[in-house]
């Protein structure tokens, strides 16, 4: 081999290093993107058939099913709730446990592992969280509605991929990102104050457990258990213990989503080493005709392959379909029902808490991650992503106003009383409603929207050409 050909190849390895990092960067982001799109799709279904069970002859059936009481009962702890609230406190527990794998894989690998890359969105989603919560509170200040600060802080991220998947390739791949990873930080804001503020009055015995429950967890994983069962079984204990603790159920599907390992078992090299053997043992048994033998070593290379991927990755891939197709949509199903009338649309217009939320959201989103994020920038905090200008960032901050899952999720644990339910409901469905359309508007039609025009989605390649 000549000198000039080793260099091409050590150049061309290189280059090919920082591609390889990027693709495993991009392809989660792609999935994830794609699928939060489809969801919202279907989210958006189960809102419209809720509204209209709600407003039909029928209207008894669906209240009656999500009213419906359920018991579980074990020697340890029993569990007497309607459906309803084994919605909200079981399978959204679910949905948060898929939000702390996507905070935890976003913090490692993501937007959010560098300092330098995480602060225009953390920044973006502090002020994103803070001034809806302020313009609420100025709304509601010593009113019976003033509980209800948390409902217009965080964003819909199924509501808002699907509204920019709607623009087409018009919506730069960076903007995706950008707003994916502040959503994600919207969330984490959304799971602190559901924690802290939206918790009833503690019982220390389950709480006990609960920690018990975590810490028998990290013990098995730092020593390296990967049973699914067990894992399985301790997650669904915990959860209960955090049930009748008193703080909110899915906290603990935050939790545990953060003892999920990221790193696989069996690094990439040895897998390689590993996996060609297997392949050649196939290759024999085969041509002798061995079909047991056959099965036996597919089943090796089947454990070898979950040996290989991170608990992480694969909890997230797994879960993530079902969550956006499944657990969100009935959650959407049991929480958009709403008796629509003359009267409660004219109370809700005079309504502060309907007021506070609609302002929150259509006015306090985007002024909120817009002054943050030119803050951020003039400071020198932050720095914009290069095929990103602020009117990106005006886009983002309206389609961020669309609050709806997290929002009447936080709506269920702020307002016992029906009537301030049903006005932020309603406040919660036209404010989704408007900003998400201002955003398309604008992103569309916008005067100096960026490169629109010859702005690709990057591809690996072109990622790896930036890495």
Not at 266 to 282: E, I, K, M
Request: with cysteine; glycine share 10%.
């Amino acid at each position: 081999m000549t000198y000039a050909h080793r260099t091409f190849q050590a150049r061309r390895s290189l280059v090919s290093a920082p591609r390889a990092a990027a693709r495993q960067i991009l392809r989660p982001i792609q999935a994830f993107v794609a699928t939060e799109a489809a969801g919202g799709a279907l989210l958006l279904a189960a809102a419209v058939v809720a509204l209209a069970w709600a407003n039909s002859p029928w209207d008894g059936s669906y209240w009656d099913l999500w009213g419906a009481r359920v018991r579980l009962s074990t020697d340890l702890l029993t569990v007497d709730e309607d459906l309803l609230h084994l919605v909200n406190d079981g399978l959204m527990a679910v949905f948060f446990f898929v939000v702390g794998l996507e905070i935890k894989r976003e913090v490692l690998h993501g937007e959010l592992a560098s300092p330098r890359r995480a602060a225009l969105p953390v920044v973006a989603a502090m002020g994103g969280m803070a001034v809806p919560a302020l313009l609420y509170a100025g709304f509601n200040a010593g009113g019976e509605g003033s509980h209800g600060w948390g409902i217009p802080m965080a964003t819909d991220i199924a509501f808002a991929l699907g509204a920019l998947a709607i623009l087409g390739r018009r919506a730069p791949f960076g903007l995706k990102v950008f707003l994916l990873a502040l959503a994600i930080v919207d969330d984490l804001g959304a799971i602190a104050v559901i924690a802290l503020f939206y918790t009833e009055g503690l019982s220390l015995g389950a709480l006990g457990w609960a920690l018990l429950g975590f810490a028998a967890t990290a013990v098995l994983v730092r020593g390296g258990v990967r049973s699914t069962p067990l894992f399985l079984a301790l997650g669904v204990l915990t959860w209960l213990a955090v049930l009748k603790s008193g703080v909110h159920a899915t906290v603990a599907g935050v939790a545990l989503a953060t003892l999920v390992p990221s790193r696989p078992q069996l690094p990439a090299g040895h897998f390689r080493t590993a996996v060609d053997g297997l392949l050649h043992r196939l290759a024999e048994a085969r041509a002798a005709g061995d079909s047991e033998q056959a099965v036996a070593v597919l089943g090796e290379i089947e454990a070898l392959s979950d040996r290989a991927e991170a608990p992480l990755d694969r909890l997230e891939r797994a879960l993530h379909p079902w969550v956006s197709f499944i657990v969100v949509p009935i959650f959407a199903l049991a929480n958009a029902g709403l008796t629509l009338s003359t009267d409660m649309v004219h109370d809700s217009l005079r309504s502060s808490v309907a007021g506070g939320v609609a302002v929150g959201l259509v006015l306090g989103k985007p002024v909120g991650i817009l002054l943050f994020s030119w803050l951020a920038v003039r400071l020198g905090v932050a720095v914009l992503p290069p095929s990103l200008g602020f009117v990106h960032v005006v886009g983002a901050g309206l389609l961020g106003g669309i609050g709806f899952t997290v929002s009447l999720f936080v709506t269920q644990l702020a307002f016992t009383d029906a009537e301030l339910v049903a006005e932020a409901k309603l406040a919660i469905f036209c404010a989704s409603l408007v900003a998400g359309l201002a955003g398309l508007v604008w992103l569309r039609f916008a005067p100096g929207e960026p490169e629109a025009a010859e702005a690709q989605q990057p591809t690996a390649g072109h990622l790896g050409e930036h890495a």
